[in-house]
């Protein structure tokens, strides 16, 4: 009798006092579907009912209409397939979209958002010698991008509730190489940018934003992209603006905005002259076209992950153990490449997160742990100590520094024990009862905890 009050309590308490929370923070009408039924049964991995039968949530991914089919067909058509052919193709078209749309005077395209990112280190003359600091949790393209211009990527440990660089460490971190901070977006959401603008100011160093995952996302009154020297968003078919590959590089100062498209155009400058070391980084046309057949809905769909994500973020955080990822004072808005959350398992009567994934797939919802190593652990490390270029442009003790640099225990936590998140581009887009689904598979788990001490 005392546990079914308690949980009655807990039922009242998540489908009450969070809808009131998510009233004020998402301009969407609120559902008031129960969190889980009184005759919810048994947790789907013990052999009792999924709560997403279907097994599918959100819309699916990546958007296709008969507006981009059509562009695209036009681009076939006309024989128009690389950039250089037109002045006013796709490409150039989409380059004064996108930035006017990202809020920012220029964009130059790439063919990756590695090659956006490797682009934005080559104009800001980052080479051998120089160091760079940047986070390890993150796709490897932002480390590429860094030693692709031969120069050091320097890892620092997270702030484990928003799996963003610690400025603290960062600013620790700087020596008299170090040349730029890359913050990584990391799932759509924005990193402590007035700390890490600050740092920068005080030691002369430039910011390149890492921002693939975080189109349209808003800091402090700024768009994400256009707060450091200059800004890179990738496009890759999982993205939440997708055209299969492609990129781009933003920025408000022109002469450093035409470096970068002399650099992607393998040293040409606009006026045609061979000027410096640059490799092909073009964005063709079909790009071009698949962009700009999505771009015209980009925004709308950008808002509605945002309301899906604050009415999660309202009714989880009253799930104990669930902590949702951490927003720094300014943040306005985010991607939400990913959605992602802390996972306590001292709330559930310390189950293994790897229990509680299994628990929450069989339920019928993705959760995975996202990134699951971080990049200190992976093998490039060991394979830019023991080559040549890095031996001649560091010194032995400074590559063994760098070796022993590689001890990240909050990023190692985060990867291995408590990031729980979902894809968010497709998923976000999903129902106001879609989003309820969600919550009750968490809340479910919760309520069952007790019992995945069975599981192995």
Known sequence: MKNEQNRREFLKNISGGTLAVAAASVAAPVSKAAIVSNDSGKLALLGGPSLNTNK???????????????????????????????????????????AKQIGCSYSVGTGSGTQALSTAVLALGIGPGDEVITSPYTDFGTISAILTSRALPVLVDLDPESFQLDPDLVEKAINKNTKAIMPVHIMGLPANMERIMAIAAKYKLKVIEDSCQAPFSRYQGKPIGTIGDLGCFSFQASKAIACGEGGAVVGNDQALMDECFTIQNRGASRAGKNETIGPKYRMNEFEG?????????????????NANAAYLNAKLSEIP???????????????????????????????????????????????????????????WVDHIIGLNDYK???????????????????????????????????ILLGTREEMDMIVNAFAKVYENREKLASVK
């Open 56 to 98: 599918v949530l959100g819309k699916k991914w990546p958007h296709i209409d008969e507006e981009l089919i059509e562009s695209v067909m036009k681009t076939t058509k006309s024989g128009i397939w690389s950039r250089i052919q037109s002045a006013n193709g796709t490409v150039a078209t989409f380059e004064k979209e996108f």
């Open 321 to 379: 153990g669930i902590t949702p990822q951490k927003h720094y004072p300014g943040t306005e808005s985010g991607s939400y490449y990913h959605y992602g959350v802390s996972y306590n398992k001292a709330s559930f009567n310390n189950t293994d997160r790897a229990v509680f994934l299994k628990a929450m797939n069989a339920e019928g919802i993705p959760v995975g742990s996202y990134i699951k190593s971080g990049l200190h652990r992976e093998p």
């Open 392 to 426: 001649t442009m560091y010194s032995a003790q400074r590559l063994k520094e760098y070796k022993a640099s590689m001890v990240l225990p909050q990023c190692d936590k985060i990867c291995n024990e408590t990031l729980v998140s979902f894809w968010g581009s497709g």
């Open 289 to 305: 076209a698949v962009l700009m057949g999505q771009i015209a809905g980009a925004k709308e769909r950008f808002e509605i992950r």
